[in-house]
Nanobody
Framework: QVQLVESGGGLVQAGGSLKLSCVASGSRIGPLSMGWYRQAPEKQREFVAAVTRGGSTTYSESVKGRFTISRDNAKNTAYLQMNSLKPEDTAVYYC????????????WGQGTQVVVSS
């Protein structure tokens, strides 16, 4: 089992920055992949970014060039640096993980709220 704990959300003005963190625990070998999803009010949860244990990254088109995902394998921690934030980035951000041996996004954090004011 993998447990995920996010931190770093908050309120920021448009154009500002925030950095989210997600710590994974419960497995001697860290997750194969760690990622971020978000869910805005009355919208479906959507993929934001992901990083593999080897450091390969993927981004949604809506955040490419503004957000950067990174990972510290020694700390089993993933980060999401969010720059040039827009009001439409307002959402609950969830950390997700694919377990050490692969599979689906089976593990989820509790979510952290990000509010971007205009």
């Amino acid at each position: 089992q993998v447990q995920l704990v996010e931190s770093g959300g908050g309120l920021v003005q448009a154009g500002g920055s925030l950095k989210l963190s997600c710590v994974a625990s419960g497995s001697r070998i860290g997750p194969l992949s760690m990622g971020w999803y978000r869910q805005a009010p009355e919208k479906q949860r959507e993929f934001v970014a992901a990083v593999t244990r080897g450091g390969s990254t993927t981004y949604s088109e809506s955040v490419k060039g503004r957000f950067t995902i990174s990972r510290d394998n020694a700390k089993n921690t993933a980060y999401l640096q969010m720059n040039s934030l827009k009001p439409e980035d307002t959402a609950v951000y969830y950390c997700a993980a694919i377990g050490p041996t692969g599979g689906a996004w089976d593990y989820w954090g509790q979510g952290t709220q990000v509010v971007v004011s205009s």
